[in-house]
């Protein structure tokens, strides 16, 4: 009997659920893409002349078209989860999705579009500057990727051996998209020997907002094209280069993890350059790195340098119904070695790590484990 | 299934959405103007607290707060997939009481 109400009931309790899953606090979460973004008047103060004085506000790489306005709510696809200014801002959101140590990207993705090196390089330099100055004391839960201007691969070396040195940065960050030139040319050797020298994981994240300048996506229009489509078909040009274009025979030590580029297209991609590698590999000898060293193709199959050397981040997961088929799906993307667990926070299409304990028909144990952080913890040497 | 009691009407914001523990489920309570809607308070896509989502279309759906995954309130039916839906439960008013069966 609920006296107040004089119903002979009982009271529901109201309650704020906790939408992580009690496994998932109780295991080790390694998060590979979180995306931290200090504010403009912040980075600024650590901004070198005379970029101080002139920079007044952030500078924004343009773009012909973005399908973001379409989208109802505010912010979606950039800050729709929040924005992380600061280390306090960090540790709390880590504390609220059950994550034990993060890498953060930096937010500023845009700036690879200025197409204005020096201004670039400038502003990764003032956040790294930030990261080491203010973030990384605070807690050494908090890993980063180094920020670079990565189309000038000069520029990048010089900021990788300035502080590459520091622990806490665990890996240098690029972006992959139809704009951008491969990463595995040789033109990015320059900043790969700085990476060597440091033992820092090359990081590839999708960028999906500049593929509109390139004649293939100028046709595309709408979100789901442009940003749940367009990274795959990019993240495999890129990785292809890197392969055939002999950049892990060259720098044999190299790790990659390639970030929102998808993989369920790993299996027929490996067969694929597989197969035309036993039948076509006549014009390896010709790329730059083999005219260099004067070999005439590559050292093993293609698909053996992505159980070496490459590793995707989880996050966007989508799961298909048929749990036979996301077992199988699993198994045939190596996904109990090869997959490192991401949420991608604060975008869009974050994943909390929920869905890598929600199907233990598909996952064990052991894989969970690899799954949250032990894939991680091998690849970054610094955590 | 049992009756359980919510409160008064007043205690539910309008266009609001609050999650109460009935026996071993969690049940999500939407106002949407003079109506009440209850249903399982996770979404079936990722686990998010369908609690706090937004409630859009004239009341009529929620949309949950991680990936904008939409349901109808009155049937827990996907606004796209006709394979997703979420369990929805009775709500009635008994005076200015709210009461859930769950």
Known sequence: ?383 | MADYLLGKIEEFPEGKGRAFRAGTRTVAVFRSGAKFFAMANRCVHKGASLCEGEITENGTVVRCPWHNWSFRLDNGQSCHDPQEKIRTYEVRLEGDQVILCA
């Open chain 1, 1 to 383: 009997m609920n006296e107040h109400s004089g119903f002979d009931l009982q009271k529901a309790e109201a309650v704020s659920p906790d939408p992580i899953n009690p496994k998932i606090r109780a295991m080790e979460v390694i998060d590979t893409d979180f995306h931290f973004s200090p504010k403009w008047d912040t980075l600024r103060g650590y901004l070198k002349e005379p970029f101080k004085s002139r920079l007044f506000h952030f500078p924004l790489g343009s773009m012909d078209y973005n399908p973001e306005p379409a989208n109802e709510k505010p912010g979606i696809g950039q800050e729709t989860h929040g924005t992380a200014t600061t280390a306090v801002d960090v540790l709390r959101i880590l504390d609220q999705f059950g994550t034990d140590t993060v890498i953060l990207n930096p937010g500023y993705n845009r700036p690879q579009a200025i197409f204005n090196e020096p201004v670039i390089a400038a502003i990764a330099s003032a956040h790294n500057d930030y990261l080491i100055k203010e973030v990384f004391p605070v807690s050494d839960r908090i890993k980063a990727s180094l920020m670079v201007c990565h189309r000038d691969p000069k520029m990048a070396a010089d900021e990788i051996r300035r502080v590459g040195h520091h622990r806490q940065f665990v890996s240098v960050f690029t972006s992959f998209s139809a704009l951008f030139e491969s990463i595995g040319t040789a033109k990015f050797d320059v900043m790969l020997d700085a990476m060597a020298e440091h033992d820092l994981v090359l990081t590839a994240h999708s960028e999906g907002w500049f593929n509109h300048f390139t004649p293939l996506w100028t046709g595309a229009r709408t979100w789901i094209e442009l940003f749940g489509n367009a990274p795959a078909g990019n993240c495999m040009a890129h990785l292809a280069a890197m392969i055939c274009q002999g950049m892990f025979d060259k720098y044999p030590k190299q790790k990659v993890i390639f970030q929102e580029g998808g993989y369920w297209w790993l299996p027929d991609f490996m067969l694929r350059l597989d197969d035309f590698f036993m039948s076509s590999s006549g014009d390896i000898a010709l790329v730059e790195r083999k005219l260099e060293s004067g070999e005439r193709n590559l050292r093993k199959m293609p698909s053996e340098y992505v159980f070496e050397h490459v590793r995707f981040s989880t996050q966007p997961i989508t799961i298909p119904k048929n749990r036979k088929h996301f077992a199988w799906m699993l198994e045939l993307c190596h996904a109990q070695d090869l997959f490192c667990f991401s949420s991608d926070w604060p975008h869009q299409t974050m994943d909390p790590a929920n869905w890598v304990v929600e199907n233990p028909d598909c996952i064990g144990e052991e894989m969970q484990k690899k799954l949250l952080s032990g894939n991680a913890r091998k690849l970054y040497t610094r955590i």
